[in-house]
């Protein structure tokens, strides 16, 4: 009764939230500021490797504005202290806190970025995830009004891909859980999410569990049984019932969610990572289709799509392949036939990316998973941050995690001074 009532608090705020308020294009609708100029940090949450270094995961900031004397250099670090595959991050709706976890465990770190946004602090570890849910690998944190909905990508109990989604509050209390949906065509699978206020709905993709994930990559593709346990599917939840509703059949485990930033749009788009593919969720009439629209590169080369990122107009779309070491761009002016315009070879071996609102700088980072990264000199692990022009990326920096001995660069947020701000009175 209790969640029903929050649930029910809540929905005033969802229903009247304006997609367009998204933050640096690819963040949750419901955070409050945004980074509209120049963005003073980019903060790299970081693999631990053992030997190098502390050996520890770690958030790791750079300065990333030109105009600093320190501009492309590590101007703080801080450690956990665990290694357990460092992976996704994500702000609170206020921007004051960053959540961040790790694959191979439940614990979670919520770092202060407010009170000074170029020394980010830990403040607290949220332990209890596995304990509330029976869930294991907590993946996406996103932000919803004074809380945060958790998207893990494993369980408990036989670590495979069955999985769910946890509720807290932004002071770390367990509020509910929701499981992947495995009937009308779930396979119980998650990976991301993302939501459309306007619409009330939530979308969910799918990718494994981690007993494939925390495998080497050649053991892995080698076994048969094990590729046939990735996700195939797509669900569209009514948000504020946190209820799933119709399920896709999306082929290729679906990751990203990336809804247009248009106002005028209603339509949110996908990369399937083994298949190579575009898919594009939208409503036609009262129903919500999926629809594949598009391939990148040559799926018979496995170009491994890893990470999406649209331009806030909703025109664009950059898209990062693992194996091939490139970075694409589409052009989005019609969603329904993406047109590849530009694309280059940024690294041996790429990850995510992330753009400045204006869309006039973009960040790459390397590693994957420890697992699934490459070897020897294609083992590169970086932040480069580049120019756009909208013709060229230029490269303006590089950070080289191996030789600074932090470890392996995952995920990126973006930080700034004009952000800064004291600490909420008791």
Request: aromatic share 10%; charged share 25%.
């Amino acid at each position: 009764m209790r969640h029903t009532t929050l649930i029910a608090l809540l929905t005033l705020v969802i229903a009247t939230s304006p997609l367009a308020n998204a933050d640096e294009t690819c963040n949750s609708p419901y955070i409050a500021k945004l980074i509209k100029g120049q963005e003073d940090y980019v903060y790299v949450w970081t693999l631990g490797v053992e030997g190098i270094g502390d050996g520890s995961d770690k958030l790791v900031t750079v300065d990333v504005n030109p105009k600093s004397k320190r501009y492309g250099k590590v101007i703080h670090s801080v450690p956990t202290g665990s290694r357990v595959e460092a992976h996704h991050m994500g702000f609170t709706d206020d921007r004051r806190h960053l959540w961040a976890g790790g694959l191979a465990d439940n614990r979670i770190w919520v770092f202060d970025i407010a009170t000074d946004p170029a020394k980010p602090r830990i403040v607290q570890t949220i332990s209890d995830l596995g304990e509330k849910s029976g869930w294991l690998g907590p993946h996406t944190y996103y932000a919803m009004p004074g809380r945060m909905l958790v998207q893990a990508l494993s369980n408990t109990q036989d670590k495979g891909g069955r999985t769910g989604m946890a509720l807290y509050n932004n002071k770390g209390k367990f509020i509910a859980s929701y499981a992947m949906p495995t009937e009308n065509g779930g396979d119980g699978y998650g990976y991301d999410l993302a939501v459309n206020p306007r619409k009330n709905v939530l979308l969910t993709s799918s990718f494994t569990g981690y007993a494939n994930y925390m495998r080497p990559i050649g053991e892995l593709m080698k076994d048969g049984e094990a590729m046939k346990k990735f996700g195939a599917t797509m669900a569209v939840w009514d948000l504020k019932a946190m209820k799933a509703g119709k399920v896709f059949s999306v082929p290729g485990a679906p990751l990203e969610i990336r809804w247009s930033l248009n106002p005028k749009d209603d339509w949110a788009i996908t990369a399937a990572a083994l298949t190579s593919k575009l898919w594009l969720i939208k409503q036609e009439g009262k129903e919500w289709v999926a629809k594949e629209v598009g391939t990148i590169g040559d799926p018979s080369k496995i170009p491994l799509p890893v990470d999406i990122s649209i331009t806030r107009d909703g025109k664009g779309l950059w898209v990062n392949t693992f194996m091939d070491g490139k970075t694409r761009y589409f052009d989005l002016s019609n969603p329904e036939a993406p047109k590849q315009t530009y694309e280059k070879a940024t690294g041996k071996q790429v990850n995510m990316i992330s753009q400045s609102w204006d869309g006039k700088r973009v960040y790459i980072t390397s590693s994957l998973l420890a697992n699934w990264d490459k070897g020897g000199a294609d083992n590169e692990q970086f932040l480069r941050g580049f120019a756009w022009d909208g013709k060229e990326l230029s490269h303006r920096f590089e950070v080289d995690f191996t030789k600074q001995k932090l470890g392996r660069a995952h995920h990126m947020k973006l930080g700034s001074n004009a952000l800064r701000t004291a600490a909420p009175k008791k």
